[in-house]
């Protein structure tokens, strides 16, 4: 799948400045969610770049590793829309982005794709001028890098949250001292961890821990344990998932509510549903879900400050190209 985006498809960040429009600025995605999880994570990438890019045109190819094991539509939509992963190697590329895919194995090194992965991470390093790696992939880069070990939550961190700028950098010029992300992840990396082994904080939240941070190597590599790219309905959706996985018997505990993202009657309703899914524990439940109603800052408020993020990185690249241009 190959993307490409002008100046009059763009939709332009309310936050920024104009910049000078350069060359094309080339960007993979390497997509490795779930297949439920697919096409959504397709379709907020490129709205979450469209709404970043202003005056920047960029072009997006889509690929995903082919250690991960995929259901038969799943394979046919890759095969047919994506672009091989043994292309990403020959593919002049500038800003590389790669998500996580669902664990089914006890630890990272573990699991089928991490061989390719790690490849992916090695080649990047020396072949990018930057790359976003986003949850599970932030972890896995940074395991392979350093040896940092992700640890297991007490409790799903799910939910938008308030995170803080850590100090002036370029990825988090414009944004409030205090703005919104969304989370969703089982483990965490700690900052003493990250700080110790020279990785740079860029923004941390008082609930959610460390959100985005950043090391240089050839290229600039940015971290993302949150997800700038979710859609408002997107945690909603994951806990549906999770409180039909536990309904069918699939996960023993029963799902905490996302943060700061049901307004109050809806809690109070999911509460007493709550009480009744775990003394029956029957799938059918489900149909009785009561209506869900969010809080409105959900709607704007992570998309603005995603949208912001997303901008200061796709001007990176393009200065950067435009400089390595003038002097090649």
């Not at 939709?11 to 997509?31: H, T």
Request: with cysteine; net charge neutral.
């Amino acid at each position: 799948m190959t993307i490409r985006f002008n100046n009059s498809e763009s939709i332009v960040s309310p936050v920024r400045k104009k910049l000078k429009v350069g060359a094309l600025v080339e960007i993979a995605l390497v997509n490795n969610v779930s297949d439920a999880a697919l096409q959504a994570t397709e379709r907020q990438f490129t709205l979450l770049l469209k709404r970043g890019a202003g005056d920047i045109p960029f072009r997006l190819r889509c690929f995903s590793l082919p250690d991960i094991k995929r259901s038969p539509e799943a394979a046919i939509r890759i095969k047919n829309q994506y672009t091989n992963i043994d292309d990403l190697y020959r593919t002049n590329i500038d800003g590389l982005i790669v998500t996580g895919a669902e664990p089914s194995a006890p630890s990272l090194r573990e699991e089928a794709y991490w061989g390719a992965l790690t490849e992916i991470i090695d080649w990047a390093k020396a072949n990018t001028l930057s790359t976003i790696w986003s949850c599970l992939a932030a972890h896995a880069a940074v395991l392979h890098l350093d040896g940092i070990q992700r640890q297991r939550l007490s409790g799903k961190c799910s939910g938008i949250y308030d995170c803080s700028k850590v100090g002036d950098n370029w990825l988090t010029e414009d944004l409030p001292s205090s703005f919104k992300i969304s989370h969703s992840r089982l483990n965490g990396l700690d900052e003493s961890d990250l700080r110790a082994r020279g990785y740079q904080m860029l923004s941390v939240s008082k609930d959610a821990g460390v959100d985005i941070f950043a090391k240089r190597q050839h290229s600039q590599f940015i971290f993302f344990q949150g997800h700038p790219e979710y859609e408002a309905i997107t945690l909603q959706r994951e806990y549906l998932r999770d409180i039909g996985r536990y309904l069918a018997g699939q996960q023993p505990m029963y799902p905490v509510a996302p943060a700061g993202y049901f307004d109050a009657p809806t809690i109070a309703a999911l509460d007493s549903f709550r009480s009744r899914a775990i003394a029956e524990h029957d799938p059918t439940l489900i149909a009785n879900l009561p209506s869900l109603t969010l809080e409105p800052s959900v709607v704007t408020g992570p998309t603005l400050a995603a949208a912001t993020i997303v901008r200061n990185w796709l001007e990176y690249l393009a200065n950067r190209k435009d400089r390595l241009s003038l002097a090649g």
